[in-house]
């Protein structure tokens, strides 16, 4: 059975985890541990998209 494959370069992939993360930390009353959570992983992606490039 053939493995289903991503189209999105490495770069859109990462936007596209950005944006759902920003989404959802502007969400309302989020508890401060998650938000803290969603802020470095926002973090994370940033430094990796300066990584690659993008």
Request: proline share 11%.
């Amino acid at each position: 059975m053939p493995v289903p494959t991503d189209p999105r370069t490495p770069q859109q992939r990462i936007e596209d985890q950005l944006i759902a993360a920003r989404r959802k930390l502007a969400g309302p009353s989020l508890p401060r541990s998650e938000r803290a959570r969603l802020a470095d992983r926002i973090h994370a992606l940033t430094e990796q998209a300066k990584r690659l490039g993008a």
